[in-house]
């Protein structure tokens, strides 16, 4: 056998490694100072039983919490169960949440969740995600969202400010919110699992934001991963404004 007909070695596929998290030690200390940091974490979603939760959280997709509570304020006082969801019509709800984006397709959504929770739950929020996911409009996200805070589920919900964060920090890395999601259940300690989803949004909506994270008042600056960190804009004003570039 000549040397170019000899077959080369197969190469070992490459392994696909899973990104590198902060390990344990600070995973804890972040979750510890985030908790110091708000002791009794809850959602700023507007809610009275899981039913109006729900709705409020099928809302809540490309909107802000402000502007799902605003609109659910007169459409629970008068539509806060299934049947009166019903009653109300597909129009009706569409009325009271227009000043949300995809109006339309979330007004189709909650008539068709009350009448399937009518039909097929005994008129009451199933407590599953298997289950909670068959009603229309609910994905992974809304279904995690309602089962840790109605049910006590130690689920975590990834959006938008959980991804940054997650990210940012190093503490649960990912290229989608599944990837994320997955990497904060396996990092997260135990002790941690329930608070962990609302003091990662909160902590990305108030202080890692997401055009400019406020890292001079972050009580997690210490463990994260993220450079360069934001200075306190008091210190660099401070320093004076920037001397005008002398001509050539
Ligand atoms: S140090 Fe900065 S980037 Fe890191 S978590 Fe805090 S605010 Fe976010």
């Not at 299934?82 to 597909?90: D, H, I, Q, R, T």
């Not at 995809?102 to 969740?113: E, F, P, Q, T």
């Not at 994270?213 to 997690?220: A, D, F, L, N, Y």
Request: hydrophobic share 35%.
């Amino acid at each position: 056998m000549t040397e170019s007909t000899q077959k080369k070695p197969a190469r070992k596929p490459a392994k696909k490694r899973a990104p590198r998290t902060l390990g344990p030690e600070k995973t804890e200390k972040i979750f510890a100072a985030l908790a110091h940091d708000r002791p009794d974490p809850k959602t700023e979603l507007e809610y009275s039983d899981p039913f109006t939760l729900l709705v409020a959280v099928a809302l809540s997709a490309q909107a802000t919490d402000v502007g799902v509570n605003k609109a659910t304020r007169k459409l629970f006082a008068i539509a806060d169960t299934p049947e009166k969801m019903l009653a109300l019509g597909e129009e009706g709800v569409a009325e009271h949440i227009k000043t949300i984006g995809l109006w339309r397709n979330k007004a189709k959504n909650v008539i068709a969740l009350s009448q399937k929770i009518l039909d097929d739950f005994d008129g009451k929020v199933p407590r599953t995600r298997e289950e909670l996911t068959t009603l229309p409009g609910v994905g992974r996200k809304t279904a995690n969202v309602v089962m840790n805070e109605v049910f006590g589920e130690p689920t975590i919900a990834v959006d938008t400010h959980i991804f940054r964060v997650s990210n940012r920090t190093g503490l649960a890395p990912g290229k989608t919110p599944d990837e994320v999601e997955a990497s904060l259940e396996r990092v997260t300690p135990p002790e941690w699992k329930k608070g962990a989803h609302h003091w990662l949004i909160l902590h990305g909506r108030y202080v890692c934001k997401a055009r400019t994270p406020e890292c001079w008042r972050c009580v997690i600056a210490e463990w994260c991963k993220y450079t360069p960190k934001t200075p306190d804009p008091a210190s660099v004003s401070a320093l004076g404004p920037k001397a005008p570039k002398k001509k050539k």
